[in-house]
Structures are given as C-alpha cells and as structure tokens.
C-alpha cells in the first residue's frame, strides 16, 4: 500500500477536463515538491510536472499540476485519445528519507 | 542526447544474488543523481535506492535495505545495483533515472527484467 494516495482510475471524455489527485502526509507532499510522471504500455514514465506545477520542455500546456497542503492534483484539460494510460505522483518524505511514488491512476478515455 | 541503457538482468532462484548495471552517455554523469526505481508485473512504481553524484550520500527503501547495495563509477559512467538474498516478491522491471537538478527522475532507461523463482 503505497503511503501516497491515488485513485485507481479516472476517465472523462474527448475534450473534456480531468483531475487526478495524490495524497499524502506533512512528511512528503506537505513540505516537499510534487512530481508527476506518465507511463505508457511498455515504457519507461515520463516526467510530466516537477516541483509541483512547472513543466519540462516539451510537455503541452493541457497538462497542470497543483498543490495545496498534503495533496496535489494533475489536470489534464482537452483529453485526447493518447492520453489514455497511466499516471503516478510522486514526492521525497522527510521521515522515511525516501522517494515515495503514488499507486498510479489509470486514465480511460471514454 | 542522455541514454541510460541497463542490463543484468536475468532469472535468478530464491537467495541468489544478481548485479545490474546502467550504462549514462550523453551528459556529464558524476553531475546527476541517480535512482533505481522497480515496477512489478502489473503493479506500480517503487522507488528502491538514491546514490548522490559523488556517492557519498546513499538511500534505501525498505523493502530492499540490507540486501541491495547501490554504487557508481563515474569514471565509467556506470551505475550499479548488487542484488542479494533475492526473493519473489523481487521479480520486477529495474530502471535507472536520473535526476537534472530540479527535474527528478527526469531521465529513464528502458529497464531490465528480474525474475526471482525456482
């Protein structure tokens, strides 16, 4: 069980906006960036949001990170069909001394 | 362009000991941080084990402290996991990533199956 809180799934439509959320506690995402990564089937992940809300290169603007207290949020706005796969959060605990990664959420494109 | 290539990886029986490897080209590697980071088949992202880029400073999960041991040598831009005592519950894809700075994990490589079974 991971100690950051995903859910297991999110889906929303073509064109339509979604959030996914990550919990955790005041050891990690209270006091530390959030990360935000995307997988696709048979791949490495792929760095989508650092230090909580800034964006690599390359990374389109639908793609927006926040937080706020122990949680942060990745919105994906304008979905598309590629988007469908899956996503993890993760964020460094002060208390474990440890990387700590998300149980990730997979996203379906309905 | 940064390439992490690892390799190593193999079948192994319960408590053996298997060493990985990640082979860095493309960037000054004794500049970056570096991680292993594992994903059983159909689960999620574990992180494992953190080596500065000195190597002086070194973490561990849990899960795999005083039985894998991470190094590094820059002068081959190598990054190494020596795995012992391996148990099923092991079996996993195992990446290397870099961390660039601010960005963490920015950099993975295509990852190297381990299997742990009799």
């Known amino acids: 069980q991971s100690v950051l809180t995903q859910p297991p799934s999110a889906s929303g439509t073509p064109g339509q906006g979604v959030t996914i959320s990550c919990s955790g506690s005041?050891?990690?995402?209270?006091?530390?960036?959030v990360y935000w990564y995307q997988q696709l089937p048979g791949t490495a992940p792929k760095l989508l949001i650092y230090?909580?809300?800034q964006r690599p290169s390359g990374v389109p603007d639908r793609f927006s990170g926040s937080k706020s207290g122990t949680s942060a949020s990745l919105a994906i706005s304008g979905l598309r069909s590629e988007d469908e796969t899956d996503y993890y959060c993760?964020?460094?605990?002060?208390?474990?001394?440890?990387?700590?990664f998300g149980g990730g959420t997979k996203l379906t494109v309905l | 362009e940064v390439q992490l290539v690892e390799s190593g990886g193999n079948l192994v029986q319960p408590g053996g000991s298997l060493r990985l490897s990640c082979a860095a080209s493309?960037?000054?590697?004794?500049?970056?941080?570096m991680n292993w980071v594992r994903q059983a088949p159909g689960k999620g992202l574990e992180w494992i084990s953190y080596?500065?880029?000195?190597?002086?400073?070194?973490y561990y999960a849990d899960s795999v402290k005083g039985r894998f041991t991470i190094s590094r040598d820059n002068a081959k831009n190598s990054l190494y996991l020596q795995m012992n005592s391996l148990r099923a519950e092991d079996t996993a894809v195992y990446y290397c990533?870099?961390?660039?700075?601010?960005?963490?994990?920015?950099?993975w490589g295509q990852g190297t199956l381990v299997t742990v079974s009799s």
């Open positions: 493309g960037f000054t590697f004794s500049s970056f941080e």
């Open positions: 990533a870099a961390h660039s700075s601010g960005l963490k994990f920015a950099y």
């Open positions: 993760a964020a460094w605990d002060d208390s474990l001394s440890s990387w700590l």
């Open positions: 005041s050891s990690n995402i209270g006091s530390n960036y």
């Open positions: 080596i500065s880029g000195s190597g002086s400073t070194i």
């Open positions: 230090r909580s809300n």
